[in-house]
């Protein structure tokens, strides 16, 4: 089995800053591509950002220039770095990691339990 736990998450005001973390952990040989995804209510879960095993990243257009996502896949674990942050950024974030080859040899998707970002004054 694999999990995610996600940290990070809570109350900020518009313009500040929070970092998000989420670490896997159980039968894990290598993990492919670790992401954030997000659902704001009454809107359909998105993407935010995501990242592979080499390094490559992708962000949705609304976060570019100030959501950075980075990883360590010793610990295999990402990190969401969101700055400049707006009330549009409201949402339950939850984390994904994906094509992760176990141990014995299987692949498997996981995703996180999800984290609450509020951003209000």
């Known amino acids: 089995q694999v999990q995610l736990v996600e940290s990070g998450g809570g109350l900020v005001q518009p313009g500040g800053s929070l970092r998000l973390s989420c670490a896997a952990s159980g039968s894990i040989f290598s993990i492919y591509v670790m992401g954030w995804y997000r659902q704001a209510p009454g809107k359909q879960r998105e993407l935010v950002a995501f990242?592979?095993?080499?390094?490559?990243?992708n962000y949705a257009d609304s976060v570019k220039g100030r959501f950075t996502i980075s990883r360590d896949n010793a610990k295999n674990t990402v990190y969401l770095q969101m700055n400049s942050l707006k009330p549009e950024d409201t949402a339950v974030y939850y984390c994904n990691a994906d094509r992760i080859r176990t141990l014995e040899g299987r692949y498997l998707e996981v995703w996180g339990q999800g984290t609450l970002v509020t951003v209000s004054s």
């Open positions: 990242i592979t095993s080499t390094g490559s990243t």
